[in-house]
């Protein structure tokens, strides 16, 4: 396992990341548990949840019901001091006014929410789910500002912002003393990247930590689908997951096959190709892998140090 900077921090990170959406919601504690097992026992430090992730997300209105916090809580009993825990906040947590978005009153309120539920006294890395326009930067800068100097969080970090809202958090940071963004968590992969025109170079310029999620394109990149309507028996896309149906276009399916004939025999699966391809990526700190079968943490664990080739860089980038 490689371990690298999270950003202008000396903390360090396992370039492969745990995450957990699945837990409470697809599968169940004891499952969640085997799944967490292994990748502590390969080196893996870095688990990323939210408040967000439960039974929740497949409702008509879509909430947080805390599930897969509650799951990683009690796994983490006795084990809190070995791994770098990452949760989220902004989301909706129910159907009131002020049970979403990142205003001083949810943050505070939710991230006791989390603590009680993961079981512990500080979140490593307090992450805001994404941009909330209907609240002024410095009122949630100056929320996560009070947790870091609370002792309740140690770092604080981004997910789904534009570089632009990135470069206004810093500045609304420096202007007023408060805590900056070390981290940004952005999907990232090989069907997916827009992040290269303005967030990589942005993360790169800042020294911020880019933690790459859905880099297998929610399962896409396995090459399990090949077309709109085939949904594997025990997929994500058979079980509900509306995210992947983006990726179902007649573009994408050519691509996932040129990929698939690039591999050709180099002796990995599509997926680890595809994590492999975001691993060599200079601006990404780490990838995170949200399984839900064991298999998934170990076949990310094996190619965890493989360096790409200069002619497949090369092949990869015309298709």
Known sequence: MEYRNLGDTGLKVSNISLGTMAFGRWIDEQASVEIMDIALDTGINLIDTANFYGKGQDEAFKYGTGECEEIVGNYLKGKRNQVVLATKVGLPMGKGPNQQGLSKYHIMQQAEESLRRLQTDWIDLYQVHRF?????LEETLSALTDLVRQGKVRYIGCSNYAAWQMAK?????????LEHFVSSQSQYNLLSRELENEVVPYCQSEKMGLLAYSPMARG??????KTKGEMPEDSRAAKGEELIQHYFTDANF??????????GDQGYNLSQFALAWILNQPAVTSAIVGASKPHHVSDAVEISGWEWMEGLKEQVAHI
């Open 132 to 136: 909330d326009s209907s609240t002024p």
């Open 169 to 177: 958090a810093k500045g609304v940071s420096e202007l007023h003393g």
């Open 220 to 225: 896409m990149l396995s090459g399990k689908y």
């Open 254 to 263: 050519e691509k996932v096959a040129a990929y698939k004939e690039l591999l």
